[in-house]
């Protein structure tokens, strides 16, 4: 009922820039806060940036700075703008969103399937 897709993803220098787009369709009442998490080779997932409905937002210390996440509300989309890439942020960078569907009284989780982001010369 719901779909998370990522887009933006791929293969950029270190110290390059990348902008990664997620947007969810499907019968949505409302989204409440928006995450992209990432999972390097032979690592743990793990969270690098959140925002909230509202718009407040939180960093892993790894990336403060230097990625930079935003939502456009009317277009159920989260955006995460990386600058300054280095080779550690290789990754596949899943969006995650606690959405509510229309006629359900409660929020679900759902995951995007992911898309790939390579630093590396």
């Known amino acids: 009922q719901v779909q998370l897709v990522e887009s933006g993803g791929g293969l950029v220098q270190p110290g390059g820039s990348l902008r990664l787009s997620c947007a969810a369709s499907?019968?949505?009442?409302?989204?409440?806060?928006m995450t992209w998490y990432r999972q390097a080779p032979g690592k743990e997932r793990e969270l690098a940036a959140t925002i909230t409905s509202a718009g407040s937002t939180n960093y892993a210390e790894s990336v403060k700075g230097r990625f930079t996440i935003s939502r456009d509300n009317a277009k159920n989309t989260v955006y995460l703008q990386m600058n300054s890439l280095k080779p550690e942020d290789t990754a596949v960078y899943y969006c995650?969103?606690?959405?509510?569907?229309?006629?359900?009284?409660?929020?679900?989780?759902?995951w995007g399937q992911g898309t790939q982001v390579t630093v590396s010369s």
């Open positions: 499907g019968s949505i009442f409302g989204i409440n806060t």
């Open positions: 995650n969103a606690d959405v509510r569907i229309r006629l359900w009284p409660s929020y679900r989780n759902y």
